[in-house]
């Protein structure tokens, strides 16, 4: 609205119209005057009733109120991606909450990987994977399917005595093509492949933020004894129903859960 003028209006209840009139120090011109045009005519159009009060009214829903999940519900239907929020995320209480949450952001593809900074408007250096130099895709090359990390979920797969060749992230998340007779031995399995991408994830951007100079000894650590190591102590300490033998679970870790068999 032009920035030097004085509005004065009054309701005429008998005749149901606004009559205004405008006290300009400077006539309006250009696109202020558009703008004294359509307000005028919003003005014109507007019916108000003398019965009732006047009150906010929200006109996206049908209550004509506004509430937080009525909002919450239009972003999801008119934003967000109706097949991911189809499926529920099953969390897994017995690793920490910082591996649910990057699991959970990796399966909504909300990781800030190089791809997905790229398409979002980010400048990056390359969109080269920092592990192999390789073209990435998607973000299971990162987190599964990369050669550096094939060799680690390779010592996984033997430990566990499961055949992870030709799985995706998706598997490792919702657990489509992962089968155990005992379901806590599952749910360990579950908690020790998500730590393993969480430990993968954060090896990745060690790597990303290193020195040229201090890469070639990051990328040669082996995350596989501190995935034993560090997975036993997030089980062992969530699940107060059993001990985990150090041995057993190193050697067999299926068998840690046989005393919970029928719970």
């Given at each position: 609205m032009h920035k030097e003028c004085k509005f004065k209006d009054r309701w005429m209840v008998d005749s149901?119209?606004?009559?205004?009139?405008?006290?300009?120090?400077?006539?309006?011109?250009?696109?202020?005057?558009?703008?004294?045009?359509s307000l005028t005519s919003l003005l014109c159009s507007m019916s108000v009733s003398c019965d009732t009060l006047d009150c906010w009214q929200w006109g996206l829903h049908?209550?004509?109120?506004?509430s937080v999940q009525s909002l919450s519900t239009i972003i999801h239907d008119r934003i967000l991606d109706s097949s991911i929020l189809s499926r529920k995320f099953p969390w897994n209480s017995w690793i920490p909450k910082k591996v649910n949450i990057c699991l959970w952001r990796a399966s909504l593809d909300r990781l800030p990987s190089k791809p997905n900074l790229y398409t979002r408007?980010?400048?990056?250096?390359?969109?080269l994977c920092p592990l192999c130099y390789s073209e990435i895709k998607l973000l299971d090359h990162c987190l599964v399917n990369c050669p550096l990390v094939k060799s680690v979920w390779a010592k996984v797969g033997s430990w566990w005595g499961v055949d992870l060749s030709g799985f995706s992230l998706d598997d490792f998340i919702y657990g489509s093509r992962i089968s155990f007779v005992n379901?806590?031995?599952?749910?360990?399995?579950?908690g020790v492949a998500w730590s393993l991408v969480w430990y993968i994830w954060k090896w990745r951007n060690e790597v990303v933020h290193a020195s040229p100079s201090d890469v070639p000894s990051i990328l040669r650590k082996d995350l596989f004894p501190h995935l034993q190591r560090i997975s036993r102590v997030w089980v062992s300490n969530r699940c107060s129903n059993i001990g985990v033998?150090?041995?057993?679970?190193m050697s067999s870790p299926n068998l840690c859960f046989s005393s919970l068999w029928n719970r």
């Open positions: 149901g119209a606004w009559h205004s009139c405008w006290n300009w120090k400077v006539p309006p011109r250009g696109r202020s005057l558009d703008d004294v045009c049908s209550s004509r109120k506004f408007g980010i400048p990056v250096s390359s969109t379901k806590w031995a599952a749910k360990a399995f579950r033998d150090w041995c057993m679970w």
